[in-house]
């Protein structure tokens, strides 16, 4: 079975850092796409990060030089390393495996997620 | 970046009604689009790829269409277990993926 747990999320202090896990079973999270989503308490979901199978990575503009993503092969396991957090990216953090919905074509989807973990950024 | 736009942001129907719901996107993705479920306190779930694409296991019931800019989400028959809040995505080539900001669909 596919799966993805999700951990580390935490309460932060305005300008710390965190990191949170993302570890998969029933797929190699490098022979994948994994992505962040995040989602702040009543609000809609919005795509973070990706970590293509090949090795690229892309940001949201919204964390772009505070965040990185990461993958460790040994693990089957993406992190998301977050710095110089703020009260705007409190949410829960989701991953999910991104795949293409046909073989070779380029749309890639979210098709297996994590139930996510919280990460809180108050004083 | 593309911005994705639903319609409405929330709609009330009775179980059995037939329920629409439109996402536009700021510009041509071809049928890059996705829709996902969220029910409350749950986690999304894929329904649709390729904008008309049903996911394995989605009751037939569910159906999207378009291409370009303008996309629909159709449940013919709502059922009980529908009630929830449903987002399109834009899946286009390269990220930075969006999504809309979401259509809550409530009992009448």
């Known amino acids: 079975e596919v799966q993805l747990v999700e951990s580390g999320g935490d309460l932060v202090q305005p300008g710390g850092s965190l990191r949170v896990s993302c570890a998969a079973s029933?797929?190699?999270?490098?022979?994948?796409?994994v992505s962040w989503v995040r989602q702040a308490p009543g609000k809609g979901l919005e795509w973070v990060s990706v970590?293509?199978?090949?090795?690229?990575?892309y940001h949201a503009e919204s964390v772009k030089g505070r965040f990185a993503i990461s993958r460790d092969h040994s693990k089957n396991t993406v992190y998301l390393q977050m710095n110089s957090l703020r009260a705007e990216d409190t949410a829960v953090y989701y991953c999910?495996?991104?795949?293409?919905?046909?073989?070779?074509?380029?749309?890639?989807?979210?098709?297996?997620w994590g139930k996510g973990t919280t990460v809180t950024v108050s004083s | 970046d593309i911005q994705m736009t639903q319609s409405p942001s929330s709609v009330s129907a009775s179980v059995g009604d037939r329920v629409t719901i439109t996402c536009r996107a700021s510009q041509g993705i071809s049928t890059w689009l996705a829709w996902y479920q969220q029910k409350p306190g749950k986690v999304p779930k894929l329904l649709i790829y390729g904008a008309s694409s049903l996911q394995s296991g989605v009751p037939s019931r569910f159906s999207g269409s378009g291409s370009g800019t303008d996309f629909t989400l159709t449940i013919s028959s709502l059922q009980p277990e529908d009630f929830a809040t449903y987002y399109c995505?834009?899946?286009?080539?390269?990220?930075?993926?969006?999504f809309g900001q979401g259509t809550k669909v409530e009992i009448k």
């Open positions: 995505q834009q899946a286009n080539s390269f990220p930075p993926w969006t």
């Open positions: 999910a495996r991104t795949r293409p919905g046909v073989p070779g074509t380029p749309g890639l989807y979210m098709d297996v």
């Open positions: 029933g797929f190699t999270v490098s022979s994948d796409q």
């Open positions: 970590i293509y199978s090949g090795g690229s990575i």
